[in-house]
């Protein structure tokens, strides 16, 4: 099993450009995440969906969409990239039930926007 | 608001103990988790506390004091690999989202 995947692993945009991230899972898991991490801080949920068709805010949303159309894949979307969203993105899925704390993440996409 | 804190840094050397102390304040509360990030990697599920007490796993071992809104992680027997950031995150509902701290660094030396 692979996991979590992350594509691109690297990107480098010019202001205003869009693109998408591409998280999957093989794992079977209801449950997916989108994070980003700025240097020397923690992880922000930026949006999250418990099942195929859903989605929801997390807690910094604006500027990305995301979209859940297959239960294994989670896209976040960037429309018009700004250099505030320059930061390492990790992707993670987890199952609901007796271990629905325990997140696996994906590798993270290097994002930076010029 | 909501908030986690968490020490920064901790410098310790091999075979030492290292304790790493998380107070929370958040809106919902359903557990602790702890999470390891070695440098440019993905962060990793260490432990989860739902109620008061210690749980052990191996090395590491997380305890949770829900009145005080408390949480701490041990390391012991330190060893290099185990030079890494660690995070600790509040569950704050059923369907899993976490609310991390800023992380703290700890470095082993030998």
């Known amino acids: 099993n692979a996991g979590v995947t992350q594509t691109p692993k690297f990107r480098v945009l010019k202001t205003g450009q869009s693109m998408t991230l591409l998280c999957a899972q093989d794992m079977n898991h209801e449950y997916m995440y989108w994070y980003r991490q700025d240097p020397g801080m923690g992880l922000r949920l930026i949006h999250y969906s418990v099942g195929e068709g859903t989605t929801a805010k997390g807690e910094v949303p604006d500027g990305y969409n995301v979209s859940r159309l297959k239960k294994q894949n989670f896209l976040l979307g960037l429309e018009s990239a700004a250099p505030s969203q320059t930061s390492v993105y990790f992707c993670?899925?987890?199952?609901?039930?007796?271990?629905?704390?325990?997140?696996?993440f994906g590798p993270g996409t290097r994002l930076t926007v010029t | 608001g909501q908030s986690l804190e968490q020490p920064s840094e901790v410098t310790a050397v091999e075979g030492a103990i290292v304790q790493i102390n998380c107070t929370y304040q958040t809106s919902g509360f359903y557990g602790l988790s702890w999470y390891q990030q070695h440098d440019g990697g993905a962060p990793t599920f260490l432990s989860y506390?739902?109620?008061?007490g210690l749980e052990e796993t191996g090395r590491f071992s997380s305890f949770l004091s829900r009145s005080d809104s408390y949480g701490y992680l041990l390391l012991q027997e330190l060893q290099m690999k185990d030079s890494a950031s660690y995070f600790c995150a509040v569950n704050g509902d059923s369907w899993g989202k976490l609310q991390f701290g800023a992380g703290t660094q700890v470095v082993v030396t030998p």
């Open positions: 506390n739902a109620l008061d």
């Open positions: 993670a899925s987890s199952s609901p039930g007796q271990n629905f704390y325990e997140q696996y």
